[in-house]
């Protein structure tokens, strides 16, 4: 542990879609309006009012703008996005200069791009890809300088989106400004405004998610303060963005650990002999249940909802996503007997076959218990934003439940609507959608990147 903290402005905890572009906001890449005839045509008040602004948009008055009722994260959405299609780079009416920086670090305990690192192999965006871009680097511009061609409409595959993430530290020379493989472990009240504890968990790189049968970094059942290198830092302003799955969820059931049980699926292959037992019953469970049958598989689909419930989301989806399609195609079919889909089951209990491989899973309904026998357990069941990093605070955080249509879910903290800093805790901004009230999808909390950085920027103005 370091004597004397490092002293920064700014901390961003969390390097995924939303902690990742503040650190290039906040490295200086400011945005200035610009004109575009699609937010002239379709937002032709909003064009007027900001045709008349001067200088960067991080100036704008956002109490004003609420007030008119407008919220900052919605108006640079529109100002990025003015039709939800993308037709050419000059829609944007959006331009990013480069002015002076604030001093920043952004702390991550894995690679920039969040959770994106450890999704399926082949998993597509649920949306057009150019809904995942941040502002200051359109998917259609990063395409043209890396000599790539793809359709930024279409749905993108898991690794374009990564590498798209992974460059732009590098691509707006902000890389010095960015930690990886640094966990934070505790975030306390300081004189200066935090005291940040961090362990460098570099060693976790090398770690293999499949044989770990979880994603390559710390949970916070790991205790990584007590036995990798810390350090401290002191921030005036921190950006908490460590998204909604830092805390793994877990079955609470005798067997859960046993070594043919995990909650890492990256494809297929990682699951020799041919017994899948796949428990969950959102997207990511839904994905690996399709694609397993689709490899040869024998699948319990076993989930706590009813099948209704589930056929809402699989009809809601089943026009506009390809694997619902292949889904409601399955699970329709008398013939596909290899696919068991249980609903409203849990399991109350996982055992070893005493023989090796696998074993037997123990599943109850409301009228019968029954067990079913696998080569593997693959829990699907998501995770919790992990807001227990806070420490010592006189005010906890207010949280309140935001569930989507999409089945995400996730705890989000109260805040000043003009500015996404926490009510309870002064300074604080809770990062992307861990704010109150933004939609859980990038398109819906990449605005707040900008007006959090106003705030920060203004505050400091106000210091000099
Ligand atoms: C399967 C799946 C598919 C999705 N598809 C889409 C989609 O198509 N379109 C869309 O817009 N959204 C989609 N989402 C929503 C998704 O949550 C967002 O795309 C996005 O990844 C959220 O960004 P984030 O930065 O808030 O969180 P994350 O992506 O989770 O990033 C947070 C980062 O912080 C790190 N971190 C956490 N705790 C700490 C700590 N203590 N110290 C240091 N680092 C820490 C995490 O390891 C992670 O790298 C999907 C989500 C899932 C689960």
Redesign the pocket.
């Known amino acids: 542990m370091s004597p004397t903290p490092e002293h920064r402005t700014v901390i961003v905890?969390?390097?995924?879609?939303?902690?990742?572009p503040m650190a290039a906001v906040l490295g200086g890449w400011h945005p200035y309006y610009r004109d575009s005839a699609m937010l002239r045509q379709r937002y032709p008040q909003l064009a007027q009012m900001l045709a008349q602004h001067e200088g960067s948009l991080l100036t704008l008055d956002f109490t004003d703008l609420l007030r008119a009722g407008i919220p900052p994260a919605d108006m640079f959405r529109l100002l990025h996005h003015p039709r939800q299609m993308f037709q050419g780079l000059e829609q944007i009416a959006l331009e990013f200069r480069r002015n002076a920086a604030i001093d920043c670090l952004l702390?991550?305990?894995?690679e920039?791009?969040?959770?994106?690192?450890n999704?399926p192999e082949k998993?597509?965006?649920?949306?057009p890809g150019q809904?995942?871009e941040f502002a200051f680097h359109p998917l259609a511009q990063y395409a043209r300088e890396t000599g790539q061609t793809f359709d930024v409409n279409e749905?993108l595959i898991k690794q374009r989106i990564v590498d798209y993430y992974h460059q732009i530290p590098r691509r707006f020379e902000v890389e010095q400004n960015v930690h990886t493989w640094?966990?934070?472990?505790r975030v306390e009240p300081h004189p200066e405004g935090f005291l940040v504890t961090?362990a460098d968990v570099s060693a976790w790189r090398d770690k293999d998610p499949v044989a770990l049968r979880r994603p390559a970094?710390p949970q916070p059942a790991d205790v990584v303060e007590q036995s990798h290198p810390t350090r401290q830092y002191t921030c005036r302003y921190l950006v908490y963005?460590?998204?909604?799955?830092?805390e793994l969820r877990s079955l609470g059931v005798p067997g859960e650990n046993l070594p043919f049980v995990t909650q890492y699926y990256e494809k297929p292959a990682h699951f020799p002999g041919e017994r899948v037992l796949v428990v969950g019953g959102g997207?990511?469970a839904d994905?690996a249940a399709t694609e397993l049958y689709d490899a040869g598989k024998q699948v319990h689909y076993v989930m706590r909802q009813s099948s209704a419930r589930h056929w809402e989301l699989i009809s809601e989806s089943r026009d506009g996503l390809p694997y619902y399609r292949r889904i409601a195609e399955i699970l329709e079919d008398p013939e596909a007997q290899r696919m068991q889909a249980r609903y409203g089951t849990t399991i109350t209990k996982i055992a070893a076959s005493p023989g090796g491989q696998g074993g037997r899973v123990t599943l109850a309904t409301a009228e019968q218990t029954d067990t079913v026998e696998v080569d593997h357990v693959l829990k699907e069941i998501?995770g919790w934003a992990?807001y227990s990093?806070l420490q010592g605070f006189a005010q906890p955080l207010q949280l309140v439940e935001k569930r989507d249509s999409?089945r995400?879910q996730v705890n989000q903290a109260k805040v000043h609507p003009h500015s996404y800093e926490s009510v309870d805790i002064p300074n604080l901004y809770p990062?992307?959608?861990?704010a109150e009230g933004l939609g859980?999808?990038?398109?819906a909390?990449h605005g707040t990147t900008y007006a959090i950085a106003a705030d920060i920027q203004r505050k400091e103005a106000g210091r000099r």
């Open positions: 905890v969390g390097g995924g879609p939303a902690g990742l702390l991550t305990q894995e920039v791009g969040g959770l994106w690192n999704v998993l597509l965006t649920l949306s809904w995942m749905l640094e966990r934070v472990t961090a970094f963005a460590v998204g909604q799955r830092g997207r990511s994905w998501g992990d990093l999409y995400f990062g992307g959608y861990l859980l999808v990038v398109i909390m």
